[in-house]
């Protein structure tokens, strides 16, 4: 640490405060409409977001080294409305109002302030900005930021940029310090941490200013207001720089997308179950593990019991059905490996390379995808009688093992509902079997084709025709998107006189690199989301818009930057789930003239089945561009 330091210096936007918006344009939009309120003449919200834009960046043209104050973008403005000096007078606070009302605090800009206040250092601000220093410290003293005696340096008042770095001497010649002697923090790359260091001022950077993708808002698609949308947008910002990466594609996607998402629905589901005097919630391994993480953050969690719960339909057909029919062993998907087989049977490992050997496969290892030639060899052997005898016995023991697992999860006089991503809800009818106590469930997502009273879907839920059904299409990519990176369920042992459930460690048919920091990044929106600051910028109502609109970005509308960061992915799949969830290996030209010839015109970035939904019109047009592409070649 360098002793001669006196001097703290910050940026304010984006690094101390942010405005519970999308992006600062989203300013304009709601001024246009109270301006329209108050009876003032200006074009639909949108246009007058353009306008105001313009005029601000003319205004910089003429202004002294292109900088200016909010009375000079007016000026300009309220020329080209013909608008009179009173109703340019009242725009021009009504815009200060708003910014008053949507700028807020930073957790990361107040913690970072009041460590230089308390190393003894004086405190300045120093902000690019058209908004003049007193509103701005008004601003700072009611976010608990800025004391009277701090100074705040504005740009359009000193008429230099940090930017172009000529605020600094000026800084330096105002405080009567040397260069050695300051240290300034800001979001900017260049404005906040290259242009002091030119000057000899160390620097770090601190926070972001960068919108990401899934922050952003757009008036005539989006279904919530720019409010609703801006503070979850605001949030995950805010959340972003408390990650070590906060611009990284995982990090965005992770405070953007998958913790709104996290939260949205431990939100509902806690809600939900207090609504109905359901004080127990079993979360279903492996896809329910981050929600369950994510309900314990919640305060609102208390006065329900949380539990992990290690079942899957697997070990459930065990307790409930015995052993598989061999006519269905093979059921329900594409992909199906020795492991696979292996757990499906409750095979010991003695018992798999018995099999192997009945079968003339002793070399296969047990990741090896069996072939159809295999899988009908596979059921003449097993369905022998000295084997049928076999996957009874094995099917009885791990039923046993399954209920007793079970048994020792439930308590007395409870009333118990699961948590699953969803699909038609087959887990919770297995379990009500074994267990009366579970009363409901609740998930992300159901396709069935009628409403059930005793499950409840949160997305989508087609039986009520409710949600955004298209997810559905999609239902394998959610459960992946939102699992961990463990492998399924194997079976259980025992851990001091209890069964816990054994995960296979490594699931090598699937890849998702990048989904742990997409995850951990999305636990810090949700820890962010439980300070008494920022929960009331959150609704459970938004949370589920918000959600929903950004899913359908990924899955239906990607752009080349998810095809880039999603390429290395690989899944599994089952014919349950026949919407394709390997993403695309860029733009390759065959692969664009396969999916062209297919009427499929995007699948080249993304699933196949993400253009399930692709009008007429749009099937003609890629028709007609393939017979193209083939005359030409």
């Not at 009520?464 to 042992?493: A, D, W």
Request: charged fraction near 25%; aromatic fraction near 10%.
């Amino acid at each position: 640490m360098n002793k001669n330091l006196k001097i703290g210096s910050f940026d304010i936007f984006d690094t101390v405060l942010t405005r519970r918006l999308s992006c600062p344009a989203d300013v304009f939009s709601i001024v246009g409409q109270r301006l329209r309120a108050q009876g003032i003449r200006v074009p639909r919200s949108n246009l007058f977001r353009k306008l105001r834009i313009r005029c601000e960046r003319w205004s910089r043209r003429f202004g002294e080294n292109h900088e200016v104050l909010l009375p000079d973008i007016y000026a300009l403005l309220g020329r080209l409305m013909f608008w009179s000096a009173s109703d340019r007078l009242l725009a021009e606070k009504i815009e200060r109002e708003v910014e008053a009302e949507f700028l807020h605090k930073t957790t990361h800009g107040l913690a970072a302030v009041t460590e230089a206040r308390l190393s003894g250092k004086r405190i300045v601000f120093v902000s690019d900005m058209y908004l003049d220093s007193d509103f701005l410290k008004t601003i700072l003293l009611r976010e608990g930021i800025a004391k009277e005696e701090d100074l705040v340096f504005v740009s359009g008042e000193w008429k230099v940029s940090k930017a172009s770095g000529e605020i600094w001497p000026r800084l330096l010649e105002k405080l009567s310090i040397t260069p050695d002697q300051i240290f300034h923090q800001g979001d900017h790359e260049h404005s906040d941490v290259a242009s002091p260091a030119r000057y000899g001022i160390s620097s770090k950077r601190l926070g972001t200013s960068v919108v990401s993708r899934w922050e952003q808002w757009d008036e005539r698609s989006s279904t919530l207001p720019a409010e609703g949308w801006g503070g979850i947008a605001a949030l995950g910002r805010i959340s972003r720089a408390a990650c070590e990466k906060p611009d990284d594609y995982w990090t965005r996607i992770g405070t953007g997308l998958v913790g709104p998402w996290m939260l949205g629905f431990a939100v509902w589901i806690l809600a939900e179950a207090k609504k109905r005097g359901i004080l127990t919630l079993w979360f279903l391994s492996r896809d329910g593990w981050n929600f369950y993480q994510a309900a314990l953050a919640l305060s609102d969690a208390e006065g329900i019991e949380l539990h992990y719960i290690a079942i899957n339909r697997i070990q459930l057909r065990f307790a409930t059905e015995g052993a598989r029919p061999i006519e269905e062993l093979f059921d329900g998907t594409r992909l199906i490996t020795w492991c696979l087989l292996q757990e499906r049977l409750a095979l010991t490992d003695e018992d798999l390379t018995s099999l192997q050997k009945c079968c003339d496969c002793g070399n296969s290892r047990i990741d090896d995808t069996l072939s159809a030639g295999n899988q009908d060899l596979i059921r003449a052997v097993l369905k022998k009688p000295e084997w049928v005898d076999l996957l009874e016995k094995r099917a009885q023991k791990a039923g046993v093992i399954v209920k007793t697992y079970l048994a020792q999860c439930v308590q007395d006089n409870t009333r118990i509902a699961i948590v699953d991503v969803g699909w038609r809800g087959r887990s919770q009818q297995m379990l009500q079997q074994l267990h009366p106590e579970i009363i409901h469930g609740f998930y992300i997502g159901l396709c069935n084709e009628r409403a059930q009273d005793d499950k409840q879907a949160w997305l989508y839920d087609l039986g009520r025709g409710k949600g955004v059904s298209s997810l559905n299409q999609h239902q394998r990519m959610i459960e992946v998107f939102i699992g961990v990176n463990v492998g399924p369920l194997t079976g259980y042992k025992q851990v001091n006189g209890k069964w816990q459930g054994v995960f296979q460690q490594n699931d090598k048919k699937e890849v998702t690199s990048g989904r742990d920091e997409m995850h951990r990044a999305a636990m810090v929106f949700i820890q962010h989301s439980q300070r008494d600051y920022y929960k009331q910028w959150l609704s459970p109502t938004a949370l589920q818009a918000f959600t929903a609109e950004n899913l359908l970005n990924l899955l239906e509308y990607p752009v080349r930057e998810d095809a880039d960061f999603f390429r290395f992915w690989q899944i599994t799949t089952d014919d349950a789930h026949q919407d394709a969830v390997y993403p695309a290996a860029g733009y390759d030209r065959k692969r664009i003239l396969s999916c062209l010839q297919k009427e499929q015109p995007w699948s080249f970035l993304w699933p196949a089945a993400s253009l399930h939904h692709t009008g007429f019109i749009c099937r003609l047009v890629m028709k007609m561009a393939w017979q193209t592409s083939r005359f030409l070649k």
